[in-house]
């Protein structure tokens, strides 16, 4: 059994992992986030080049290593009427964002890549999912700050706590709006590297 290895410092990322009896590691990589912030404009394609800039980066802190090791990365970001928003700064930019999501439509889009210590393929690829929200009132949005939930989470909210309360729909993969598109992942995993999730 090859290791796996979670390229996220991302709790949420790593619960999905946990709840899936998926027997991983995790290795935190640094990526200059804004560099591509400032180069690239479209959601989807921001995604990718992050998330593949976070395996790369895996890749190569463990080279040196003989663990013949599969490699996941993602990067998740809010999309709202064509204009993009991460993760918030501070609470005052916390309430900024969840004032924009409230009693609105948004995009949650997650770019995936996943690759091998010692294998020159890299598959990139991305997941968007709808998510619409409740109207929330100033008291709602600061009693949700208070909880430092935003805190690190694209859209400065996180759905497997305190959100799920102010979540009226989704459209699309119920764990991307966690963090990660978990199907996507078994379908890039048993087609790309001949690993099934469910046989482990």
Same mark, same amino acid.
């Given at each position: 059994?090859k290791?796996?290895?979670?390229?996220?410092?991302?709790?949420?990322?790593?619960?999905?992992?946990?709840?899936?009896?998926? %027997?991983?590691?995790? #290795?935190?990589?640094?990526?200059d !986030?804004?560099?591509?912030?400032?180069?690239?404009?479209?959601?989807?394609?921001?995604?990718?080049?992050?998330?593949?800039?976070?395996?790369?980066?895996?890749k190569k802190? #463990?080279? &040196?290593?003989?663990?013949?090791?599969?490699?996941?990365a993602?990067?998740?970001? %809010?999309? #709202?009427?064509?204009?993009?928003?991460?993760?918030?700064?501070?609470?005052?930019?916390?309430?900024?964002?969840?004032?924009?999501?409230?009693?609105?439509?948004?995009n949650?889009?997650?770019?995936?890549?996943?690759? !091998?210590?010692?294998?020159?393929?890299?598959?990139?690829?991305?997941?968007s999912?709808?998510?619409?929200?409740?109207?929330?009132s100033?008291?709602?949005?600061?009693?949700?700050?208070?909880?430092?939930?935003?805190?690190?989470r694209?859209?400065?909210?996180?759905?497997?706590?305190?959100?799920?309360? &102010?979540? !009226?729909?989704i459209?699309g993969?119920?764990?991307?709006?966690?963090?990660?598109?978990?199907?996507? #992942?078994?379908?890039?995993?048993?087609?790309? &590297?001949?690993?099934?999730?469910? !046989?482990?």
């Open positions: 059994m290791n796996i290895i979670l390229a996220s410092k991302s709790i949420d990322r790593s619960k999905l992992f946990q709840n899936s009896k998926i %027997i991983f590691s995790t #290795l935190i990589t640094e990526v !986030e804004d560099k591509y912030k400032l180069v690239i404009s479209h959601p989807h394609e921001l995604v990718k080049q992050l998330a593949k800039a976070k395996a790369v980066a895996a802190n #463990l080279e &040196f290593t003989k663990t013949d090791s599969i490699i996941v993602g990067d998740t970001i %809010i999309e #709202l009427n064509g204009k993009i928003i991460g993760k918030a700064t501070d609470e005052n930019n916390a309430y900024e964002i969840l004032k924009q999501l409230s009693n609105n439509t948004h949650l889009i997650t770019g995936i890549a996943v690759t !091998e210590t010692f294998n020159p393929k890299m598959i990139v690829d991305y997941e999912t709808s998510v619409k929200f409740t109207k929330l100033d008291k709602n949005i600061w009693a949700y700050i208070k909880s430092g939930e935003w805190k690190g694209a859209g400065a909210y996180s759905i497997g706590e305190r959100a799920s309360l &102010f979540i !009226e729909l459209k993969s119920p764990s991307n709006v966690v963090g990660l598109p978990m199907n996507l #992942l078994y379908k890039i995993l048993k087609k790309e &590297f001949n690993l099934d999730l469910l !046989e482990i």
